[in-house]
């Protein structure tokens, strides 16, 4: 037997352990049902804990609950009369003549001691909380906001690396397959029936791939960087439990009345609520406050003692320039407030629906992928393979047919990763009930 014959004897029995070692993990990455670290530890981290980690540990959340905890405490307080003034002075003291600097001697001259109240009618202090409880409403929907960006900023950090990671396998895989395109071009060479550039150009690809093998390894390394900034775990902590990208949250057919309590949109109708509470609060300012004082004037012993009482009154002389101006300005801004909360809303269904179609036809490409392309490309191997075990194929078009076969692979993955990120995009627009794991602290009331 020739040295060719061997040569190709190994580098078929070297085919034959490749093809089972691919076709097993083709079926774990496209159908599902293992992880390549199935083996590597006993622990696992899912979608979902991830996501209750990121919410637990945000310190943004906590920021949020005490802005709101802060303006409910000023509602309380806007809502009761400002503190009494204490007044006290001397009145008409004498700087010259023989009675200079006496505080008895003149019967004018008095030491005053006084209380002044402002008196803040009722409905004004109240639309002054008023305006506090919505400044806290309005936080709130913020904290709804933060969570739905947290569950879907983790749900794409989590799915980047669940697809990096089995790319890089397949990848890994197409480092095998040029090694073996190498000895086949070598024994074509050595018998004969290849040249050195066929060797050369085997090379070539090998160096390629090593490059695209360091590319996405770079993009593993940043997806678990990205996902440890939400979790705060181990980021070699495997992964589990594939999400059913498949179905969303959103009610499609009822989407304009769906996305109306979308948490961005939550958030500007609670700022058009803070709007309308400030053009109340300035209408109320149209009429003036009253101020009262009381105050007990002490004279000499020769003289009586006196009590004054006074009533001050803002005096609305250009009530036209002044009042009536800042009420057209609450008014204009409510209304800026309003048109542009429902342009945003539109914006956000144009652009959710744009998604939603989007998602919808990686969907249906993806299953082209799994349903045709893929099967197609295994049947090519086959039929390639029995052809090249008759005589009747080169090992080239055998190797050309397996890369060709990866290749469609790793376009499927890529697929069902940009499928995933819209679906996560999508799946994670409101808080859902996630909201109600996270805890706000405890205020000490006995702090100063």
Not at 63 to 89: C, F, N, W, Y
Not at 133 to 160: C, F, G, H, M
Not at 308 to 321: A, E, M, T
């Amino acid at each position: 037997m020739s040295f060719s014959f061997y040569a190709h004897l190994i580098v078929h029995l070297k085919l034959n352990h490749y093809f089972q070692f691919l076709t097993a993990v083709t079926v774990q990455i496209f159908l599902g049902i293992a992880s390549p670290y199935a083996y590597a530890a006993e622990s696992s981290l899912t979608l979902s804990n991830a996501q209750q980690l990121a919410i637990s540990r945000s310190r943004q959340l906590i920021a949020q609950d005490m802005a709101a905890t802060a303006s409910r405490e000023m509602a309380v307080a806007a809502g009761q009369l400002p503190d009494p003034v204490i007044k006290a002075g001397i009145d008409n003291l004498p700087i010259s003549g023989p009675d200079r600097g006496s505080l008895t001697n003149d019967f004018m001259t008095m030491r005053r001691i006084g209380i002044m109240q402002e008196l803040i009618r009722s409905d004004k202090r109240q639309l002054r909380a008023d305006r506090y409880d919505r400044e806290a409403n309005k936080i709130v929907a913020e904290k709804a906001s933060t969570i739905a960006a947290i569950l879907r900023d983790t749900a794409s950090a989590w799915l980047d690396r669940y697809y990096f990671e089995r790319m890089a396998i397949l990848i890994a895989e197409q480092t095998n397959q040029a090694k073996l395109e190498i000895e086949a071009a070598e024994s074509s060479y050595r018998s004969g029936r290849g040249s050195q550039a066929d060797i050369f150009a085997a090379r070539s690809t090998l160096s390629m791939v090593d490059d695209r093998y360091s590319e996405i390894l770079r993009k593993v390394r940043t997806a678990k960087t990205l996902l440890n900034r939400w979790t705060g775990g181990d980021s070699e902590l495997p992964l589990s439990g594939v999400p059913d990208i498949e179905n969303i949250h959103l009610e499609i057919a009822a989407l304009d009345k769906s996305l109306a309590h979308h948490p961005q949109i939550a958030v500007l109708t609670r700022e058009t609520e803070i709007a309308e509470a400030d053009a109340r609060l300035a209408k109320a300012n149209q009429q003036s406050d009253w101020s009262i004082e009381v105050a007990f004037q002490q004279r000499g012993s020769a003289y009586s003692n006196m009590v004054s009482i006074g009533i001050s009154l803002p005096f609305q002389w250009d009530q036209k320039n002044r009042q009536d101006r800042e009420l057209s300005s609450k008014l204009a801004t409510v209304e800026q407030v309003k048109a542009e909360r429902d342009e945003i809303l539109r914006a956000r269904v144009t652009e959710t629906r744009a998604m939603i179609e989007e998602w919808q036809s990686d969907l249906e490409r993806s299953a082209r992928y799994k349903r045709e392309l893929i099967p197609l490309a295994k049947e090519r191997i086959q039929a390639i393979l029995g052809s090249y075990r008759g005589g009747k194929s080169s090992l080239t078009e055998l190797l050309a047919a397996r890369r060709n076969e990866i290749e469609i692979q790793l376009q499927a993955l890529q697929l069902q990763s940009d499928t995933a990120r819209l679906w996560a995009q999508l799946n994670f627009m409101f808080p859902a009930d996630v909201q109600a794991t996270h805890t706000t602290p405890s205020l000490n009331k006995d702090m100063p």
